[in-house]
Structure formats: structure tokens, C-alpha cells
């Protein structure tokens, strides 16, 4: 069993009941947890405590990991971290990921750290569109009512009795989204009990009023010597028996599952103080945070009786006592009544896991063949439910369901009447056969469904708060009779394999379109005439599948197969694709030629499912579209490619990514030399280049030491390569030698923080680098050295340039540098100094040193025309 949240059913109804859009909410594949008999004492233990703490921050790796272990599993509270945004914004230490890649990627990490530390995950609909100073302009892209309206209804789903915020509304946590999540929580712990704050969410929740709200204090991180009077403090730092652990030991497993941010930390052990600052609610006189509230079954109806109970559970279990222990529980569920109160679910779905975990019960839903399905296949779906008890338990339905968007609820289940005996340790396996219908949609992540508006997902009132689940899939519940006693737990179904190296892997069962077409950039730069490649794969989800592949351009571009110039048109073209076998891959090559005119269009892609119109197609495969048919309209039309993110310490995951191409035409003036890229932590920014013509070759350090650089014109380091490669500090003389025969070297951003400390001296003379950065993406750029060569060759850069430019003009500025260095531009943010450090150059012997925070990683990919030719101009700089 894996270790979830689980009985699915219990919230399917509520959701059912409220009118909510449907999606299956459950966590992410994994490997099914096993537990000792300590730690299932210890989840009996939180069954038999009442009360909830929410934690609330602004992105992943914001939360107090130790304090969230201490939480969950000292306290044995309900505890929660409210997350605003997914982390889309940040930067990728791992990968080339970026925007909502990225974003998957950290809310994976997030559920990882919460399965460590025992926590729960909610997120608010609010995009992370990057860095930001102040509240102020984080509130201007987010809409301060609609992001708080998202906290208020996350605070009256959860009802904590405690709220802790990470960060102060003081501004002292620096980023202005750290500073917006601090007051939306003080704003939202007054609005959750007023009935008058968004009174349409109380057709789906009741308003709540939290006893009181704390500032988790983290001053003596910053400095030793803080003032910390008048904050209560709490020592998180002790051992748990259940667990064998301590909780700062947990706390560093959890918090390094961050990986994303490179924030792997050390296992602490001994005492570990937290401090709180009160805030608001009940606060006087407290000598803890947890002071007057009452966490025992008193708080609600039957309580007494129900805490009674659990305690007798408790003590049969110790006494292996297991058939004591589950009539103990059994009873305590027939008393705790069955009504929309969220405390009363919650135990409900807890102590109903417990019995699971008590009586040894491994239940899974897997799926034969592959992890990906496609509509019309035919898939075998095993139920195995396992007894690994001497206890009287009986398996009385299995039943298989789909689920999708469009149905608002489940699909009617496929039910197999079992009414059999579970014997100690035999499985028991019900098959299920089902043909997918040809309209079954793809299993998007319910918060990518829909494309962002304004800095927000578009998201449903009922998928406020949820961290992670599909708009399609299928689940196998399963109907068992423990001690006489009627119970439901519901599996999602997953693929599962052995791998060679890890051995037994999950993953999500995905269902996916019969075709997706996968293109190699999403984005196109030209410059001049000259036809541009763009490789088109089309592959088959399932066998036998035939279509139109459709492609549409913007006025003014041409397309063409590759080889076939002379019968290159205008608007589209379109040609009929045929693929045998399920997995089977075609390769088209289409070229695209610009317009004489700068120019900024799309190329669309789709797949037609249809038979061959043989009298629209002719012999050379290729037909002009000018407008797309009505006829297509009655054929399944997909418009989606297929990406797989995989990383070792996240479940694998499927995106289906848009197949729109942005088409760029720009006068850009550059020659075709030869460049040497050496990467770093991941980005795109050697493919852009390419496009320009220039011969890219990657670099290694062999090469560097031992391979003849004079070849480049220059040699461009990739983001955070000094963070990343501990070697290439240690080639400078070899780099400074390159620089000073005539070579170009371009150091793009490396950061000097925690997360990736700088130590190397990369330039020919001392400089240092800054946290200082643009966060405006429109601010206002300066010509400091207008008669820079920079500036003016091959290309003149004019404020034109700086136009279109995406989420930030830079990050990581170089600072106290010498005297040497120019400083051609400089900018800054609304009411701040200007700062000259985004882009720095030396002249050295006959070349030159660049050193550019500038967000060239971000803006080349977004085919920003004036990002490509100011670093056009950093290449062939003179």
C-alpha cells in the first residue's frame, strides 16, 4: 500500500456532492511503503490526536522541513504546507527545464519531502513568473483578491488550528513573493471566518476561525546574535523511537529532495530551537504554541468514547493483539459521525489506513503491457489484494472505473463479485480487460489542462489547493469486510516493472492520444532567405494509426519538404502519414523560409485520424491549406506532442506539450563561425545559436585542456558551469591563454549563494559576483558606453532591442570589479539605483572576457529578436 492518503471514494463523494469538476487527486507513483510495527504504532498514535497546523510560504523549499517533521510525527498533528506557487520561475540546477517543466519538477520534489517528513501539500492557483522585489508588483501580476481568495478557501478545506507563516510582511524575507505570502496569510486568517469574504466558496466549505497565528522567527539564521525575545521557542531536535530517527535527521532527507535547487543538507542530530513570533488570535500568556488547545478526540462529538477506544487499540496492538485492535477501530469509526465536517472525514480516511497497515494488507492496481495507453487499445488492469494477516478479512468487490474530465464523476464501474476469504499471505488477483473509448482524453495534470491567465492557472474551485492529479485515468476499488466490517480503498492504477539496475519501479498508467507529434524547438530564428529545418516526429500511441498531418504558417512564410524547394507554398501544407505499429516513428523534415520583412508568426501542427483523401493529396505528398476544412471537424483531431521528464528521486513524468511553433524572423548581421560550448547546469541556449548558423561544437574539460581552441571564434560557458563543474576553475590559464591569442570567452550567470557557492576566479582581472538583479522584464536599459563595440557591431542595438523581453532582464550582476572592465549598460528596477553589472567585458591580450547575468537562457528560447543579436554582438565582439 502505498503511503497516501487514502479511501479516494470518501473524497470522490464529497467532490461528487459539490458540484466540483473531477479529477483524481492522489500522489504520485512510487514505490509502496513498508512499515515496522513502531512506525504503524506511531500512525495510530496521530489517529488518536486531534488537531491540524498549516505552514504556509510562497514556493517549494521555502517550508521548514524540521518543523514539519516535528509536527507530523512528534506532536503527531495534521500538518500541511500551503505552497503558493509550484516553483515554475526558479532556476534548474539539474536540467534544462524551465517555466512549467520546472514547475513539475518541484512539485514532485515537494510531494517526495512530504512522504519524509509526514506532511501534506496545497498549492493556490498563483504562477511563479520569476523574481520578485516587492509585494507590490507581485500582487500586480498575481491579483491580490484572487490569490487570497485561494488561501482563504485552502484554510476553511484544511481548518488548522494553527497557522505558521515562513516569512514576515515586513519585507525582511527579501523576495517580494516571500513578503505577499506572509500578508495573504494574516489577511486570509480574518477572511476564513468572515461570511462576507467570498461567500461563494461557503457552498462548498464553512467558514473557519484559526486560534492563533505565529512567524516561524528565522532571524538567528541570518544572524547568531538576533533579539529573540518575546517569540515562544520550541526544541524540534529530539528522537523519534517509532521512526528511529531524529527529527532533524528526517528533516534532511526531506529538505534534500530539492535537488532541482541544489539543496542537499547535512543530517543534524541534538537540539534544534524554532522560534515563533505571535501574530494574531489567541496569543497571550503562552509558553508554547500548542498552550490551551485541546489535540485529544474531546473537541468533538462521541469524543470520550472514541479516544477510549483508540487507546484500547493502541495497547492491543503493542500486545499483537490484532483481532482486539480491529474491533477497537471498527468501533471507534461507527461512532465518528459521517458528515461534512473536515476533522470527521479526515479521521475517518485515517483510521480507516491504519486498519490497513495494522492487518498487513497490500493492496495495487497495476496495469500489463506499458505505462502509456492511447484510446481504442485494450489493457489488462490487475487488482491484487493481499492478506498478510490471520485476521478475518474478506474480499467482497473489485470493481475497475475511469475517470474523466468531461464526466464530472466516475464512468460506471466494471464490478467483479468476489465474496472470498483473504488467507494469510495468498494473493488474491482480479483481471479486468477494457477497450478504451475512442474519445478517452489524454491524462493531463489538472493544472496544465488549460492554458495561464495572467500569472494563473485556470483551475476549478474544487482543484484549489490540490497538489497533484490527472483529468483521466482509471482507479480499481476495492470493497473488504475486516471483522465483519464494510471498508473502500481505492488504488489508481500504475505500470510497474523491474528495472535492472533499481529493481521494482512505479508509474503512472498515462493515457495518451493515438498520435503525438514531437518537434525539435518551439521556437524558429531567421535571419536572412535562407530555409530553416524543422524536424517533425510523429509516433503512434497505438497500432494501425492513419492521418492528415496538417501544417498552418503565418502569412508570409513559406514551407516545404526537405529537397523539394521548388514546391514550397505559402499559409500550410499537409501530408498523409501511415503507422503500422504502436511505438512506430515517422521523420518529416520540413523547411521553413522567412519573409524579406522582420516578422513575427506561428506554425501550427496537427494529426487528422482519417481515411486517405486521395483526391486532395498529390504525388509529390504535399498539399496547400489555406483555410482548414469543415470535413476535418468530424475526425479526432490531436494537436499535442509527448515529453518525459525523468529524474532518480521523482517519479517519472508525462507531459503533453502544445505543437505550436513561434516563428521569428529578425536582421540579425552575423558570420558563420565556429563556437565551443561548454554546458552547465542545463540550458537551450547552443540549439539557439545554432539556428544562427554558427557550427556549435560541446565542450568538455579534456577538451578544454587538451583540444585546440583557437578554432572558436569564442567559447560561451552555460549557465551556473563554474556552480556546476568543480574542474573548471582550474583551466583558467588555459582559458586565459585562449582569451589572449584572440578569443571571445562569455561567461554566462553562475550564482554565489548556499545553493551554489562561487569560489572560482574566472577573469583575467578580480571581479565578484552579486546577488543583484532586474526583475522587470520591461525596465528601462541605458547605453553607459554608447560607442561600445558591443553595442554597435556587427549589429546596432538600439531600445527597440530590449523590447518583448520575458520575466526578467538578468539575475546574478558582477560587482566590485576592477578598474579594467567596462560596464556598457546599465538598468535598474522601479525606485531603485542603477546597477551597471548585467554585463561586464575586459579586453585581454588580443581578445576579450564577457562576464552577462543577462537572462539570455530565458530569452533566446522565447525567440526575443534583440536578445539574439546583442549576443551575436558578444560572439564576434571585436
Known amino acids: 500500500m502505498q503511503n497516501a492518503r487514502p479511501n479516494f471514494m470518501m473524497k470522490l463523494k464529497l467532490l461528487s456532492l459539490l458540484l466540483f469538476s473531477f479529477v483524481y487527486f492522489g500522489v504520485s507513483a512510487q514505490i509502496p511503503k513498508s512499515y515496522s510495527a513502531s512506525e504503524i504504532e506511531l500512525q495510530l498514535k496521530k489517529a488518536n490526536t486531534f488537531g491540524s497546523v498549516l505552514y504556509i510560504a510562497a514556493h517549494p523549499d521555502d517550508e521548514n522541513t524540521r518543523l514539519i517533521t516535528y509536527l507530523a510525527n512528534e506532536k503527531c498533528l495534521r500538518t500541511g504546507y500551503l505552497s503558493l506557487t509550484r516553483g515554475d520561475g526558479g532556476q534548474n540546477l539539474i536540467g534544462s527545464e524551465q517555466g512549467i517543466e520546472l514547475g513539475v519538477i518541484r512539485t514532485q520534489e515537494l510531494l517526495a519531502a512530504r512522504r519524509t517528513d509526514g506532511g501534506e501539500q496545497f498549492f493556490t492557483r498563483a504562477y511563479d513568473f520569476g523574481y520578485s522585489k516587492t509585494p507590490k508588483e507581485t500582487f500586480e501580476k498575481w491579483t491580490h483578491e484572487e490569490i487570497l481568495a485561494d488561501v482563504v478557501f485552502v484554510i476553511r478545506k484544511f481548518r488548522p488550528d494553527i497557522i505558521i507563516t515562513r516569512f514576515a510582511t515586513d519585507g525582511s524575507g527579501g523576495h517580494g513573493h516571500h513578503t505577499a505570502s506572509a500578508i495573504l496569510a494574516e489577511e486570509a486568517f480574518d477572511a476564513a471566518a468572515d461570511p462576507t469574504k467570498f461567500p461563494g466558496q461557503l457552498k462548498y466549505v464553512s467558514v473557519w476561525q484559526t486560534k492563533r497565528m505565529f512567524y516561524n522567527n528565522a532571524s538567528r539564521f541570518w544572524n547568531p546574535n538576533a533579539d529573540m525575545s518575546g517569540n515562544l521557542k520550541v526544541d524540534v531536535g529530539g528522537f523519534?523511537?517509532?521512526?528511529?530517527?531524529?527529527?532533524?535527521?528526517?528533516?534532511?532527507e526531506s529538505r534534500s529532495m530539492h535537488r532541482s535547487q541544489g539543496f542537499g543538507s547535512a543530517r543534524?542530530?541534538?537540539?534544534?530551537?524554532?522560534?515563533?513570533?505571535?501574530?494574531?488570535?489567541?496569543?497571550?500568556?503562552?509558553?508554547?504554541?500548542?498552550?490551551?488547545?485541546?489535540?485529544?478526540?474531546?473537541?468533538?462529538?462521541?469524543?470520550?468514547?472514541?479516544?477510549?477506544?483508540?487507546?484500547?487499540?493502541?495497547?492491543?496492538?503493542?500486545?499483537?493483539?490484532?483481532?482486539?485492535?480491529?474491533?477497537?477501530?471498527?468501533?471507534?469509526?461507527?461512532?465518528?459521525?459521517?458528515?461534512?465536517?473536515?476533522?470527521?472525514?479526515y479521521k475517518r480516511k485515517q483510521i480507516t489506513h491504519t486498519l490497513l497497515l495494522v492487518n498487513s494488507v497490500f493492496i495495487e492496481a497495476i496495469s500489463d503491457g506499458n505505462f502509456i495507453v492511447s484510446p481504442k487499445d485494450s489493457i489488462k488492469i490487475k487488482g491484487v489484494c493481499l492478506n498478510r494477516s490471520n485476521s478475518n478479512i474478506v474480499l467482497a468487490k473489485v470493481s475497475l472505473q475511469e475517470y474523466g474530465e468531461e464526466t464530472n464523476a466516475l464512468e460506471p464501474s466494471i464490478d467483479s463479485i468476489k465474496n472470498q476469504p483473504l488467507k494469510n499471505n495468498i494473493p488474491n488477483t482480479t483481471l479486468f480487460t477494457q477497450v478504451l473509448s475512442q474519445s478517452a482524453k489524454p491524462s493531463s495534470l489538472f493544472w496544465l489542462k488549460n492554458e495561464i491567465q495572467a500569472n494563473k492557472f485556470d483551475l476549478t474551485q474544487g482543484e484549489i489547493g490540490l497538489a497533484y492529479g490527472f483529468t483521466s485515468g482509471y482507479l480499481v476499488k476495492f470493497e473488504l469486510l475486516i471483522e465483519g466490517k464494510s471498508i473502500e480503498f481505492t488504488e489508481p492504477v500504475q505500470y510497474k516493472w523491474a528495472d535492472p539496475e533499481k529493481g521494482e519501479q512505479y508509474r503512472p498508467l498515462v493515457i495518451a492520444p493515438p498520435a503525438y507529434i514531437n518537434l525539435n524547438t518551439h521556437?524558429?530564428?531567421?535571419?536572412?532567405?535562407?530555409?530553416?529545418?524543422?524536424?517533425?516526429?510523429?509516433?503512434?500511441?497505438?497500432?494501425?494509426?492513419?492521418g492528415l498531418l496538417l501544417v498552418y504558417t503565418s502569412h508570409n512564410w513559406k514551407i516545404y519538404f526537405k529537397g523539394d524547394e521548388k514546391k514550397s507554398h505559402y499559409a500550410g501544407a499537409s501530408t498523409y502519414v501511415e503507422l503500422a505499429k504502436k511505438g512506430e516513428e515517422k521523420e518529416l523534415i520540413f523547411m521553413v523560409i522567412g519573409p524579406k520583412e522582420t516578422n513575427i508568426g506561428v506554425l501550427d501542427f496537427g494529426l487528422v485520424e482519417m481515411p486517405k483523401p486521395i483526391e486532395e493529396v498529390r504525388e509529390d505528398g504535399l498539399e496547400t491549406v489555406t483555410d482548414q476544412p469543415n470535413d476535418y471537424d468530424r475526425y479526432p483531431n490531436y494537436k499535442c506532442g509527448l515529453?518525459?521528464?525523468?529524474?532518480?528521486?521523482?517519479?517519472?513524468?508525462?507531459?503533453?506539450?502544445?505543437?505550436?511553433?513561434?516563428?521569428?524572423?529578425?536582421?540579425?548581421?552575423?558570420?558563420?563561425?565556429?563556437?565551443?560550448?561548454?554546458?552547465?547546469?542545463?540550458?537551450?541556449?547552443?540549439?539557439?545559436?545554432?539556428?544562427?548558423?554558427?557550427?556549435?561544437?560541446?565542450?568538455?574539460?579534456?577538451?578544454?585542456?587538451?583540444?585546440?581552441?583557437?578554432?572558436?571564434?569564442?567559447?560561451?560557458?552555460?549557465?551556473?558551469?563554474?556552480?556546476?563543474?568543480?574542474?573548471?576553475?582550474?583551466?583558467?590559464?588555459?582559458?586565459?591563454?585562449?582569451?589572449?591569442?584572440?578569443?571571445?570567452?562569455?561567461?554566462?550567470?553562475?550564482?554565489?549563494?548556499?545553493?551554489?557557492?562561487?569560489?572560482?576566479?574566472?577573469?583575467?582581472?578580480?571581479f565578484k559576483i552579486t546577488r543583484?538583479?532586474?526583475?522587470?522584464?520591461?525596465?528601462?536599459?541605458?547605453?553607459?558606453?554608447?560607442?561600445?563595440?558591443?553595442l554597435n557591431t556587427p549589429n546596432k542595438i538600439t531600445d527597440q532591442d530590449f523590447e518583448g523581453w520575458i520575466q526578467e532582464r538578468s539575475i546574478y550582476h558582477a560587482g566590485d570589479a576592477d578598474p579594467l572592465y567596462q560596464f556598457p549598460?546599465?538598468?535598474?528596477?522601479?525606485?531603485?539605483?542603477?546597477?551597471?553589472?548585467?554585463?561586464?567585458?575586459?579586453?585581454?591580450?588580443?581578445?576579450?572576457?564577457?562576464?552577462?547575468?543577462i537572462a539570455f537562457f530565458r530569452e533566446l528560447p522565447a525567440g526575443v529578436p534583440g536578445a539574439y543579436r546583442l549576443f551575436v554582438n558578444l560572439v564576434e565582439l571585436k
Not at 473537541?299 to 483508540?310: C, D, E, Q, R
Open 240 to 252: 523519534n523511537k517509532s521512526i528511529g530517527k531524529s527529527y532533524g535527521e528526517i528533516a534532511a
Open 643 to 766: 515529453k518525459e521528464i525523468k529524474y532518480d528521486h521523482i517519479p517519472a513524468q508525462v507531459l503533453f506539450p502544445n505543437t505550436r511553433v513561434k516563428l521569428v524572423k529578425v536582421d540579425v548581421n552575423h558570420k558563420k563561425y565556429k563556437i565551443g560550448y561548454l554546458p552547465g547546469a542545463g540550458d537551450e541556449v547552443a540549439p539557439c545559436l545554432e539556428q544562427l548558423g554558427y557550427e556549435i561544437d560541446i565542450l568538455t574539460n579534456e577538451m578544454l585542456l587538451n583540444g585546440n581552441l583557437s578554432q572558436y571564434k569564442a567559447i560561451i560557458t552555460g549557465v551556473r558551469a563554474y556552480n556546476t563543474n568543480e574542474k573548471l576553475s582550474s583551466l583558467k590559464s588555459k582559458l586565459m591563454s585562449y582569451v589572449a591569442n584572440g578569443g571571445n570567452l562569455i561567461v554566462q550567470y553562475n550564482t554565489n549563494s548556499f545553493a551554489g557557492p562561487f569560489k572560482a576566479d574566472i577573469g583575467p582581472y578580480p
Open 523 to 546: 521556437s524558429l530564428i531567421a535571419t536572412d532567405s535562407t530555409a530553416r529545418e524543422i524536424k517533425v516526429t510523429v509516433k503512434a500511441g497505438r497500432d494501425n494509426v492513419k
Open 268 to 345: 543534524q542530530r541534538g537540539e534544534m530551537i524554532e522560534y515563533f513570533k505571535p501574530i494574531k488570535g489567541d496569543t497571550g500568556n503562552l509558553t508554547t504554541p500548542f498552550d490551551r488547545i485541546d489535540f485529544t478526540w474531546n473537541v468533538g462529538p462521541n469524543g470520550k468514547k472514541i479516544a477510549s477506544l483508540m487507546e484500547a487499540a493502541i495497547k492491543a496492538f503493542r500486545a499483537d493483539d490484532i483481532k482486539t485492535c480491529n474491533q477497537k477501530l471498527i468501533e471507534a469509526l461507527a461512532i465518528i459521525p459521517d458528515n461534512k465536517e473536515a476533522e470527521n472525514r
Open 825 to 853: 549598460i546599465s538598468m535598474s528596477d522601479p525606485g531603485e539605483k542603477s546597477s551597471k553589472g548585467a554585463l561586464l567585458i575586459g579586453d585581454y591580450g588580443k581578445g576579450h572576457f564577457v562576464y552577462t547575468g
Open 772 to 790: 543583484d538583479r532586474i526583475t522587470d522584464e520591461n525596465a528601462k536599459v541605458v547605453f553607459e558606453l554608447p560607442n561600445h563595440p558591443v
